[in-house]
């Protein structure tokens, strides 16, 4: 029996054969007149507000999280398109009050408006997202400086509000410190197979 593309078969099966896509590192989502939604507080920072609309817009959902790695980190938002509110993003760099302005999606939110994608580079560390509706942007983006415990602008527009639902997705540097992924590790394993069956056949010419 002729074997002798068998092994030449194999190696460029390997080649077709992809990791399968990481799904996001963090998912961040819920609605914004939700009582219930422990990551929500006032523009003050106080206790979120829910006697109307207009109040509901100026709540924000504060969540945190971790860059283990350096790398570009991106976020992308997905609420709106399902009919949830149109969102303001605003970036700040630690955890807590002190936590320092570092960006927004200004510039989208005060042209398109709606979902968002974008990346920003980071430094290992943690930081912190602030969501809510158009356009209740934080005191220390409006003033040039300053950090998280100055509040937000109370300017959200309840005509953005939409469900009140938001979501984000967050793919951040690989967290594993140099680990391969588990794709990489299938693909490692089907290599040494293909050269293992290669040196099978070339040693029985």
């Given at each position: ?114 979902d968002f ?15 809510s509706s ?72």
């Amino acid at each position: 029996m002729h074997y002798s593309g068998l092994p030449t078969c194999l190696a460029l099966a390997l080649l077709c054969i992809t990791p399968p896509a990481s799904a996001a590192d963090y998912t961040f989502s819920g609605r914004l007149d939700d009582a219930g939604n422990a990551a929500l507080a006032g523009s003050d920072l106080g206790a979120p507000q829910f006697a109307s609309n207009g109040a509901i817009a100026n709540n924000v959902a504060l969540y945190t999280f971790n860059v283990a790695a350096s790398g570009v980190v991106s976020f992308t938002s997905l609420g709106f398109a399902g009919g949830g509110v149109d969102p303001y993003f605003s970036l700040f760099s630690g955890s807590g009050n002190a936590a320092g302005f570092l960006g927004s999606n200004s510039i989208q939110a005060f042209s398109t408006g709606g979902d968002f994608a974008f990346s920003f580079a980071l430094s290992p560390g943690d930081y912190t997202i602030a969501l809510s509706s158009f356009a209740n942007m934080s005191i220390a983006e409006s003033a040039g400086n300053g950090s998280l415990g100055d509040g937000f602008s109370g300017l959200g527009q309840a005509g953005a509000l939409g469900s009140s639902y938001y979501r984000l997705d967050l793919a951040v540097p690989d967290q594993s410190n140099g680990a391969p992924e588990p794709g990489t590790l299938l693909l490692l394993g089907l290599a040494g197979v293909v050269l293992g069956v290669i040196r099978y056949f070339r040693s029985r010419r």
